[in-house]
């Protein structure tokens, strides 16, 4: 018959509890002691029962794996306080050539919007007005670019439509009647200029 998993909460009943207390008390210091003489690790296992009675085992001394705890302890929060100092003082760096970097591009926004150059030397100012020069080159050179699909695409609609609307002269029948109109026009043109 297989046994169900047991409920991991507290045991109600005073006598059943420390009965299963003593069992499992016995079966973790047992656990300990082999684990020390299996794997010759130092252990220390102290366990206090419900009515405060200290049950202990040490495979040397359990003060002397309590200090080595304790000092292990205290060297690895300094370890941890030392990597957490070199983290704040690496943010610190990091912070300050940051501030660094957004000054000096701030200013550099404010002489090309043409405010503080007073202090600007000559060859600043060359330097300034090349850099203005090349970037209207750049801003004109896009502009025209978009002006060139807009007209590309105009023409395109404008093809479409004249297309459609030869398509249309065709279903009403009217390409002859048009054509009269236009050698009219022409000829009106032609008068104009003669005069």
Avoid: W
């Avoid at 003593?22 to 973790?28: A, D, E, Q, T, V």
């Avoid at 610190?92 to 926004?109: F, G, M, N, V, Y």
């Avoid at 090309?112 to 202090?119: H, S």
């Avoid at 279903?171 to 002859?176: D, F, I, Q, Y």
């Amino acid at each position: 018959m297989v046994r169900g998993k047991a409920q991991m909460k507290r045991i109600e009943n005073d006598s059943s509890r420390q009965v299963t207390f003593s069992k499992r008390r016995n079966g973790l210091l047992k656990k300990a002691f082999e684990l020390s003489v299996l794997c010759d690790a130092e252990v220390a296992l102290i366990i206090f029962s419900p009515t405060g009675k200290l049950y202990e085992f040490a495979s040397s001394s359990t003060t002397k794996t309590i200090g080595r705890y304790q000092r292990h302890m205290k060297e690895l929060q300094g370890a941890r306080n030392q990597v957490s100092e070199e983290n704040m003082l690496h943010f610190k760096e990091e912070a300050a050539a940051l501030e660094k970097k957004i000054k000096c591009l701030e200013a550099s926004k404010r002489k090309l919007l043409g405010e503080a150059l007073e202090g600007c030397s000559i060859e600043e100012l060359q330097q300034l007005e090349n850099q203005l020069d090349k970037s209207l080159s750049s801003i004109r050179a896009r502009k025209n670019s978009l002006f060139m699909e807009r007209i590309a695409k105009l023409h395109e609609a404008e093809k479409i439509l004249l297309e459609e609307n030869a398509r249309l002269k065709d279903e009403l029948g009217m390409p002859a009647l048009l054509q009269r109109e236009e050698e009219e026009d022409d000829d009106e043109d032609m008068e104009e200029v003669e005069t």
